[in-house]
């Protein structure tokens, strides 16, 4: 068992790998035939943990290639049922096997009595939920034997049960657990515009030096309320909160997520080097939107991503 100093200390020594995108199976064979100059890939823990075909062969080519992070969708650290000792048995076994350079999820609950929603559902925020999942990480890093990664959830409520702004909770969570912090610009604007608070406030009261990585997406704009959908171009106003949260962090390692709607993969780099141009500031003659709605209906965190056959 590791003491909380000991994997804050781990965290502030993760590297910063520079521009990732988000590993998706469509891009599979344009990777491995092209080899691509992306600095680093994310993957969906889930979408190998289960998979000893194609996908693990593809994935161990991958890793002689690409710096490696494992993304994980479903350790629901934030619901009341007990840890899943299978699940974290087999995000164990992956990381031993591809060393990925962290670890992450998300806050958030996916489930309850052991039945996985495949959604990322908001948690409480008040000093008992604090002090449950204090516990739950503590557990986790200590099984892990590395520091665990959290993200900011999206959201489209707010309880009235909570008592703590959400950037106060992670920043409570880090110090008092060692984790480090997955900032989720988009995430951040489209919890921002479905529960009225001020984006550029939330992001300057995180805690910088516990935040390792970025992620930067697209979502739906429905007029009254947002759906973080990952479908199409990053937006104006995630760019101009991404170029605040460079600036404050120092630049941390960013990632680019995709996943519904998914295109061609030199479509997906050319979004990413995007961020580029916002790193010394955000210039507002960009034009991206994101308001111009798309005739299906979205969901939030899609799970198309999800190689189909080890869907959970």
């Known amino acids: 068992m590791k003491s909380v100093a000991t994997y804050s200390d781990m965290v502030r020594a993760m590297p910063n790998p520079g521009l990732g995108l988000g590993l998706r199976s469509v891009h599979f064979d344009h990777i491995l035939k092209h080899q691509p100059e992306v600095d680093w890939f994310e993957i969906i823990s889930e979408n190998f943990m ?39 048995t087999k995000l164990k076994a992956l990381a031993s096997e591809i060393k990925p350079l962290w670890v992450s999820d998300h806050l958030c609950w996916t489930g309850i009595n052991m039945l996985n929603t495949h959604d990322l559902l908001p948690v409480v925020l008040n000093d008992e939920s604090l002090k449950h999942i204090i516990g739950r990480i503590n557990h986790v890093q200590d099984f892990l034997e590395r520091p665990l990664v959290l993200e900011n959830p999206s959201t489209y409520l707010t309880f009235k049960q909570s008592t703590i702004a959400e950037y106060d909770f992670l920043r409570y969570m880090a110090e008092e657990t060692g984790c480090g912090l997955l900032l989720d610009v988009n995430n951040v604007y489209v919890s921002s515009f479905n529960n009225d608070f001020d984006p550029i406030h939330y992001i300057k009261q995180l805690p910088h030096d516990r935040i390792v990585q970025m992620h930067i997406a697209g979502h739906q704009h429905c007029g009254d309320y947002i759906i973080d959908t990952h479908d199409r171009e990053v937006t104006d106003k995630v760019w101009e909160l991404f170029s605040l949260a460079w600036q404050l962090t120092g630049g941390t390692a960013t990632l680019l997520e995709w996943d519904g709607n998914i295109p061609a993969f030199d479509v997906y780099y050319e979004e990413l080097m995007k961020s580029k141009q916002f790193m010394q500031g955000f210039h507002s003659q960009h034009v991206n939107t994101g308001s111009v709605a798309t005739p299906e209906f979205q969901i939030s965190n899609p799970v198309d991503f999800l190689v189909n056959e080890i869907r959970l």
Do not use: C
């Open 50 to 88: 289960d998979s000893g075909g194609r996908p693990r062969h593809i994935l161990r080519q991958l890793m002689e290639r690409y710096p490696l992070v494992m993304h994980g969708v479903s350790l629901s650290i934030g619901s009341t049922d007990p840890l899943n000792a299978g699940y974290l």
